[in-house]
């Protein structure tokens, strides 16, 4: 376990891991900055990331909801038709009781207990309990062949080893000789690797992770989806961590590559936090407008409207349609494809995309 034998605190950071640290502690002290934004951007920043956290974390373990279901189960809270939808929907349920309750949280074995009750209530309603029987983590090869990439702790070690987790953790924590960050990247390594149940370990991990960060003083998964940020690296999340779980059981594992991982994807976050936010305010009139061309130059490539909309929270769908015909009668931008799904490109970015496009007929 990371926990033991004082090796966190005589662990020695290379630089790459320390300027991360040091980046997300800067953006940290940004934070109540970007939350003093327009308030209809970050209430849409929190509505997006609710449906985008319910819907990666679920897609990493491959369950898929449509995306018109995923916004009613999430928003509206409708009732799930089938075993899919009932995992989002408990996904749903314990993400909204971390968001308005993660302060008032002691983080022990009865809580995960709690959080695993209600991640599946819906789907199985058999949560809450360890793992009966030993599990072992594996994959298929593209060959067909499946391997095992790691042995957790055995069924009847699990409560005692959760137990000395989350013990480890307050006392670490309260201690303060090792930042927070690396606390909670080593806390959520060691979780996965007890694994403590016999299914959702995975989405247990995401949602710890959250509420650990947000009772640190790192609220940025309330406005970005870290289980997004966690899907579109799954292939370096999976990878990492079997590098770093080998020789977990001897205390021998390679930790510093998960720590990392983690904190590339904190950083990330709290990038796309500041890139949604701006540095617009209330009394500023146009910043819509302005968002908008901004966002646009930043960009590369054909887009549609939904891409604008994605990065520009709290704007209108027919205010960025506004905008765009704007733009093309100004030649700024033009039209590469009418219809439902309208794309655009910038017109210096013109003949770079006909060159693309040339490239791809021919292949």
Known sequence: MSFRNERLENMLFPNKITRLIGRIHEYKGKQD???????????ALKRVAMIQSAESSNRIEGIVVSEKRIESLVQDKAEPKNRSEAEVA?????????????EYMSVKPSLILQFHRDLMKLATGSGGKWKVSDNEIRETLPTGEVRIRFVPVPAWQTP???EEL??????????????????????VLDFLSIHPFGDGNGRMARLLTLLLLYQSGYEVGR????????????????????????????G??????????FLTVVLKAYQRFEERVGTVTDSQKGWKKERIETVIKSLKG??????????CPGISRPTISRTLNEMSRKHVITCTERGRNAKWVKVEDLMEYIDL???KDQS
């Open 302 to 311: 054909e887009f549609t409207i939904a891409d604008i909309e994605e990065l």
């Open 252 to 261: 021998e594992h390679h930790l510093l590559s998960w720590i990392e991982y």
């Open 357 to 359: 496009t040339k490239q």
């Open 160 to 162: 005692e080893a959760v």
């Open 223 to 250: 406005y970005i989806s870290l289980e997004k940020v966690i899907e579109e690296t799954k292939e370096q999340y999976y990878e990492t961590l079997y590098m770093s779980s080998q020789n977990w059981h001897e």
């Open 166 to 187: 989350t013990n480890q953790f307050k006392e670490k924590r309260e201690s303060g000789y090792v930042d927070d960050l690396v606390l909670i990247a080593a806390f």
């Open 33 to 43: 900055l970007f939350k003093k934004q327009t308030p209809e951007v970050l209430e």
């Open 90 to 102: 408990g996904y749903r349920d314990v993400l909204e009781t971390i968001h308005t309750s993660f």
